[in-house]
């Protein structure tokens, strides 16, 4: 099982370096769906990422058709909208056979309604108090989806408990 997070023309370099970090984390492929609203050498995007750049597998599609063309197979799609009509807790993403691709529209727009419409199995939510907010954050929201994906994946190739030089607990 493969995860990756999929950013529709995202805007916000600060969103985008902390999603990276948490590719960088959780083994995730990261892909950016151009125009971006920034360049990918400008110094927000990489102190948010830090210096995690070199592990993370970017990968740039021109557009969300191109994207689309690229999805192998075995590649599940997950629309990620306050908009869906289900929630991401209740999909299983535990089939080995399987990619799962979780895409994130633009931060201020989100993705096209006529795409969504077209998608609307595919559209996943996570619940929130719309009275509230309009939406979360971004590098919040794609964290709390690939930790579920990957909890239900039972936490492949990630270390559950690590000892450090300095361990605080030891």
């Not at 830090?50 to 799609?77: C, Q, R, T």
Request: contains cysteine.
């Amino acid at each position: 099982m493969t995860n990756h997070i999929v950013l529709f023309e995202p805007l916000m370099p600060a969103n985008t370096g902390n999603i990276a970090r948490t590719c960088a984390g959780t083994n995730t492929t990261l892909h950016l769906i151009e125009p971006l609203g920034f360049s990918t050498e400008d110094k927000y995007l990489k102190r948010a990422g830090l210096d995690y750049w070199d592990k993370v597998n970017i990968i740039y599609h021109a557009n969300l058709p191109e994207f689309l063309e690229s999805m192998p197979e075995n590649g599940k799609l997950h629309i990620v909208s306050k908009f869906a009509p289900k929630s991401y807790a209740d999909e299983d993403y535990t089939n080995p056979n399987e990619e799962h691709f979780f895409l994130f529209g633009k931060e201020t727009t989100g993705l096209p309604e006529n795409f969504m419409r077209m998608h609307e199995d595919e559209c996943i939510r996570i619940p929130q108090n719309d009275e509230h907010v309009r939406s979360l954050n971004l590098s919040n929201t794609a964290a709390i989806i690939v930790y579920e994906a990957l909890r239900q994946q039972n936490f492949p190739s990630l270390d559950r408990v690590h000892t450090y030089e300095n361990d605080k607990l030891k």
